[in-house]
């Protein structure tokens, strides 16, 4: 089993650790603690993604996007 925690440090608790031993009693594991990336540099980070965003960023930039209600986007992608 995999599980993935996001959270801001201040919530790291003894609780948070329990449950963690709870939901993996009597097994090995790993912890790995990293700094999370935030959205905008995790958008960025693949050179496609990148590419694509600043492309489509230029295309709005010159009136060339399509502008949707909230309402016409949930009609036709769903909700």
Known sequence: MRTTYHLNVNELTVELLNSIKEAFRG??????????MDETEYLLSSEANKKFLLESSEEL??????????????KKYGQ
């Open 27 to 36: 097994k090995v594991i790993d912890i790995t603690v990293a700094e999370a």
């Open 61 to 74: 930039k010159e009136g060339k996007g399509i502008v949707f209600t909230v309402e016409e986007l949930q």
